[in-house]
């Protein structure tokens, strides 16, 4: 990845974290490492964990014949805060756009406007 590209995915995380009030925002490639994050709350790596484990079953999902596609998955922590994880394919190649929040935040439209920007560069 030029480093270009890396600074546009860091411009694209930190606008959704920011204008968002995000803790924290990370995109997660193929292998389940994290590509770029952006934070102020210290998770990074709890999202790296989380989406490692994530990889397996979502990869078994979009190959499954019954024709699942898996957009996302939102867990809900005991101390009020949200952990989102929304999938999305770029030329065969499988990402994850990860969130950390507050529980009553609003989160489907910063992530569905930061994804159709990654997709874009990513392509």
């Given amino acids: 990845m030029s480093e270009n590209l890396f600074d ?12 968002s009030a995000f803790e924290e925002v990370a995109l997660v490639g193929e292998d389940g490492l994290i590509i770029c994050s952006w934070g102020r709350g210290g998770q ?7 989406s490692l484990q994530l990889q397996t079953p979502i990869a078994e999902l979009r190959r499954d014949s019954t024709g699942v596609e898996l ?11 949200r952990y989102c994880f929304r999938f999305f394919l770029v030329d065969g190649v499988d990402y994850v756009l990860s969130a950390v929040f507050p529980r009553r935040r609003p989160y489907r439209r910063a992530t569905g406007r930061a994804i159709g920007e990654l997709k874009r560069l990513l392509s």
Wanted: proline share 0%; net charge negative.
């Fill in 71 to 81: 957009d996302e998955i939102v867990a809900t922590a005991r101390g009020g805060m």
């Fill in 44 to 50: 990074v790596d709890l999202l790296n964990l989380i």
């Fill in 8 to 19: 546009r995915i860091a411009s694209v995380l930190a606008r959704i974290g920011g204008d």
